[in-house]
């Protein structure tokens, strides 16, 4: 039996949007949002990778923000931990990638417990089933984290 969220099939779709408010908290503009969706057009970056710009395969330059699909996020964490530079939003797992990040010495900072997304439709999805955190790098960074209100850092 396919379990339903959202009318989505659970599992089907990465497609799960970081909200407007979070971006107005943190009050940062960024150079590139790497792992951009098609209908989000309020990240503030200056270049959008997507789909069809593979985020991956680009040469990430200046200040990144990254919301990867959470279905694969290992291979985005690495590159976001080499480049040293940005802010990422990712669940906190039991996950090998997420051991690598910790011990990174990025900040952490945990989102409240019942942090939503957005649909692809615009509304307000149901909270997911894990915590999700701001992982950051690069003083500007870890400023904006201090200053949004969104949380405590470690």
């Known amino acids: 039996m396919t379990v339903k969220y959202n009318n989505v099939p659970k599992g089907t779709s990465d497609e799960h949007y970081?909200?407007?408010h979070l971006f107005d908290a943190l009050?940062?503009?960024?150079?590139?949002?790497?792992?951009?969706?098609f209908n989000n057009g309020y990240v503030p970056a200056k270049k959008h990778f997507n789909k069809q710009i593979d985020g991956l395969s680009q040469e990430w330059l200046g200040n990144v923000w990254m919301n990867p699909p959470y279905s694969n996020p290992t291979p985005w964490v690495d590159r976001f931990i080499a480049?040293?530079?940005?802010?990422?939003?990712l669940p906190i797992t039991r996950g090998k990638w997420w051991d690598r990040l910790w011990a990174s010495q990025c900040v952490v900072m945990p989102l409240?417990?019942?942090?939503?997304?957005?649909?692809?439709d615009g509304l307000k999805a149901k909270p997911?089933?894990?915590?999700?955190a701001l992982y950051a790098f690069g003083?500007?960074?870890?400023?904006?984290?201090?200053?949004?209100?969104?949380g405590v850092i470690r």
């Open 112 to 120: 409240i417990y019942n942090f939503w997304f957005e649909r692809p």
């Open 27 to 37: 009050n940062i503009e960024f150079d590139i949002d790497v792992a951009a969706s």
């Open 83 to 89: 480049h040293q530079q940005g802010i990422a939003l």
């Open 139 to 150: 003083e500007s960074n870890i400023t904006a984290l201090k200053m949004s209100g969104l």
């Open 18 to 20: 970081t909200p407007k």
């Open 128 to 132: 997911i089933v894990f915590r999700t």
